[in-house]
């Protein structure tokens, strides 16, 4: 039932929904003022919000309290639409949790106060607790970023001074005119490698680094590698490139780990990430091309938006399966699967492991509800279909059989048509090595502009996301500057033990 809007006693509208007064009967102003000033704000915020403040009495009340802080609100009914206007921002509709992260970031959603505004959350009582628990969700998501970002940090950024000091040849792409088939590692890629041979001289092939061993087995070499996990682990997908796919070359995110070799014997694609100022800094000062690419949960949304940008044709991704699997949890052979292998015995053995696989998991969720919200930029993009049926669908991201892929790329335009896919320096091979006064010329040059960076609050931020919240949100100014004092020790600690050799 939709709100009942009156006037009233001071002239001004007031509002009820579902039997409930939502503003006062006499004066809507002061009882917004008196709410918010009773409000407990138990630290300084970066952003307030109200659920569902109704015909937003509370919003120019709340800039006096908070002057420095972003008012939000979020809305459970459609007809108080036209007071947006006084707030920042205005929520509503599902998913509320991944809204809201999408809005505020990890750092963000833990320097905001959310408050209900008590009629409301009368009126509507399951919208408030859904609300409540679409924010406790955010919150744990965001706290689960945060330590990710807090544990890996010092990796990355050690890999991305690695990269700067070690990248020899170094090339960007151009745009790409023939269908681009992009190899995930999921078990129905195995399914689809059949119908790959067959178009290989018509496609642009890219190959995330964990599909590598199923390609290699199967002698399908691609046109671009491309990794983006820091992790040491991620290094096993790429030792194969050590003696496979020398022609290839890789695509890599400046914080990706790398075995040291291949910076020798590789032609590097660099990947800069939109939000990596650090990095973008580096590549201006040793001018060194970049390719523009966007953070994702998953390389396979890196590859997903960078080929968005650069292809001019038809996607096709392959084991893009997102769903966990009887047979296997990757196409095989695959680096990692075989290290887990080695280390099976009588009382854990491959069908444990291959059980545990066979579960749920949010992971592989939360990836398929990206893909199937992803904006496509009017490109057909299509998913090749195994011989086990996908548990769901990818929305705008369409299922084809192998055969409906090979057909398809028959009737593409310029398929058959020759392309240089690179550009840029020395992209045809590496170059020699480095004379030791190159090194150190460019040892300094990665120092100077590191020094700079590393005493900007973006420093901080990015290597110590959970302080450098908690420094912000105090209120009281010794814990503030007790807090400020710790936090600089650790920054002190951190750019020692990355360039301790």
């Known amino acids: 039932m939709p709100p009942e809007f009156f006037l009233a006693k001071n002239s001004n509208q007031s509002a009820r929904a579902n039997g409930i007064a939502l503003h006062s009967a006499y004066n809507p102003q002061i009882e917004a003022e008196r709410f918010v000033q009773n409000l407990d704000a138990p630290f300084e915020p970066a952003c307030v919000i109200i659920l569902e403040g109704a015909l937003s009495y509370c919003a120019d009340f709340l800039r006096k309290k908070f002057p420095g802080a972003k ?28 809204r809201l992260f999408d809005a505020l970031g990890e750092e963000g959603l833990f320097a905001t106060l959310f408050y209900e505004w008590p009629p409301s959350a009368r009126a509507w009582p399951q919208e408030t607790k859904n609300a409540w628990n679409e924010i406790k969700a955010a919150t744990q998501k965001a706290a689960t970023v945060l330590a990710t970002r807090e544990h890996f940090g010092k990796r990355w950024l050690k890999n991305k001074i690695r990269f700067f000091e070690r990248i020899q040849s170094a090339a960007v792409l151009q745009k790409i005119k023939r269908p681009v088939v992009i190899c995930a590692s999921g078990p129905s890629l195995e399914d689809a490698l059949g119908a790959i041979k067959k178009a290989r001289e018509k496609i642009f092939l890219c190959a995330l680094s964990s599909s590598l061993g199923a390609l290699a087995r199967n002698k399908i070499a691609p046109d671009l590698c491309l990794s983006c996990d820091g992790g040491f682990w991620a290094k096993k997908h790429l030792d194969i490139l050590r003696t496979k796919f020398a022609q290839s070359p890789l695509a890599l995110a400046t914080e990706a780990a790398l075995p040291a070799v291949l910076f020798k014997e590789k032609t590097i694609v660099p990947l800069c990430y939109d939000d990596d100022a650090l990095s973008k800094d580096f590549f201006a000062a040793l001018d060194i091309p970049f390719v523009e690419a966007r953070r994702n949960g998953t390389v396979s949304g890196t590859a997903l938006e960078l080929f968005l940008k650069m292809a001019e044709g038809p996607i096709f991704f392959c084991g893009l399966d997102l769903q966990s699997c009887k047979k296997a949890s990757h196409a095989r052979p695959n680096a990692l699967e075989i290290l887990s292998q080695e280390k099976d015995f009588r009382l854990a053995p491959k069908a444990t492991r291959a059980a545990r696989a066979s579960l749920t998991n949010q992971a592989l969720d939360i990836y398929a509800d990206w893909f199937s919200n992803c904006p496509l930029s009017g490109k057909n993009v299509f998913r090749i279909k195994g011989s086990e049926p996908f548990k769901r669908s990818l929305g705008q991201i369409k299922d084809i059989s192998a055969a409906q892929f090979e057909s398809a790329v028959q009737a593409a335009e310029n398929s058959s048509a020759p392309q240089n896919f690179l550009q840029g320096q020395n992209a045809a091979a590496p170059r020699a090595e480095n004379s030791a006064q190159d090194k150190k010329k460019r040892k300094e040059t990665i120092r100077r502009v590191f020094d700079k960076w590393q005493n900007s609050e973006a420093f901080l931020t990015e290597q110590f996301p959970a302080d450098s919240v908690m420094v912000r949100r105090e209120k009281d100014a010794e814990a503030k500057k007790s807090r400020a004092a710790a936090l600089q020790k650790k920054r002190e600690t951190l750019v020692k033990e990355i360039f301790k050799d």
């Open 71 to 98: 008012i939000g609100v979020i809305r459970f009914c459609a007809d108080f639409a036209d007071c947006d206007s006084k707030w920042d921002f205005a929520l509503n509709g599902a998913p509320l949790g991944e």
